[in-house]
C-alpha cells in the first residue's frame, strides 16, 4: 500500500495589527506634545514675568541719574586716612589687636579718593549713622525695554561680618521719595548682594587692604560711627 502524501505544514496565523479610523496617537507623540505645550508655557511665563518686572522697575526708578558733589579733601585728610588704614592693616597682620572708626563724613571723604571706591564715589553719598547706615544712591539699572533705569533713592544696610569674606554689608530697605518700591525687588536686591559687592568687592580684591578686612572679627555702629577691630584668637 502506498504511503499516504504528507500534509505540509500550515503557515501560523497571522496577528498583524491593521491600522483603523480614529486610532490613538502612539505614547512617543503624546509626550512630544505635551514637552512642546510645557516649553510654550515657560517661554510664555519668562516674556510675561519678564515684561512685568520691566514695569514694575519703571514704577519707582528714573531715566537720568543724580548727580551727587563729593566732598573737598585736604591733602591732611587724605594723609590722616590713609596712615589710619595702613596702621590697621599693619596690626591685623601683626596679629594685635586693633580698632578703627569712621564718621559719615570721614566715610564720604574715603569714597571721595580712595582709589578702590572710585567705580561708586558718583553713586552713592552716606547721610547718617544710627542703629543703621543710610546713604543716598543712584545706581543704574538694565531695563529689559532697553537703555537704563536709575534707583535713585535711600538705601539703609548694616555692616555684618561674615564667615567667608569678613566685613560686609547687609541691604535692609530701599526706598524712593514718591514711589513704592516692590518687595520683590528689594529681596532680590539683598539676596543677591549687590550693594556690598558694590562696596567691599573692591577691597576684599586688594592686595594690602583686602587681608585686614576679612580677618576683622567685630564691627559696631556707635556714637555716628562705624567701628571695625580685630581681636587676635587666644593662644
Known amino acids: 500500500m502506498a504511503d499516504s502524501p504528507v500534509p505540509s505544514p500550515s503557515p501560523p496565523p497571522r496577528f498583524d495589527k491593521q491600522p483603523t479610523a480614529g486610532s490613538s496617537p502612539t505614547p512617543g507623540c503624546i509626550i512630544f506634545a505635551i514637552g512642546g505645550v510645557a516649553i510654550l508655557f515657560l517661554v510664555t511665563w519668562f516674556l510675561y514675568a519678564g515684561f512685568k518686572q520691566a514695569k514694575e522697575l519703571e514704577s519707582f526708578t528714573s531715566t537720568e541719574p543724580v548727580k551727587f558733589v563729593l566732598p573737598v579733601v585736604s591733602e591732611q585728610e587724605r594723609s590722616d586716612l590713609a596712615a589710619r588704614l ?134 559696631i555702629l556707635r556714637d555716628g560711627s562705624v567701628v571695625v577691630s580685630y581681636k587676635p584668637a587666644a593662644g
Open 86 to 219: 595702613s596702621a590697621y592693616a599693619a596690626a591685623v597682620e601683626g596679629k594685635q589687636a586693633a580698632e578703627l572708626s569712621f564718621n559719615v563724613a570721614e566715610l564720604n571723604a574715603l569714597l571721595a579718593v580712595e582709589p578702590t571706591l572710585e567705580s561708586v564715589r558718583q553713586n552713592l553719598q552716606l547721610q547718617s549713622i544710627d542703629t543703621r547706615m543710610i546713604a543716598k544712591v543712584s545706581f543704574p539699572l538694565n531695563a529689559l525695554s532697553g537703555g537704563n533705569r536709575y534707583l535713585n533713592g535711600l538705601i539703609e544696610f548694616t555692616p555684618v561680618i561674615k564667615s567667608k569674606t569678613g566685613l560686609a554689608v547687609q541691604t535692609e530697605t530701599i526706598s524712593v521719595p514718591g514711589h513704592a518700591v516692590s518687595e520683590g525687588f528689594v529681596r532680590l536686591y539683598r539676596e543677591m548682594n549687590f550693594l556690598d559687592d558694590m562696596l567691599l568687592k573692591a577691597f576684599r580684591e586688594h592686595p594690602t587692604l583686602g587681608p585686614p578686612f576679612q580677618q576683622t572679627t567685630s564691627v
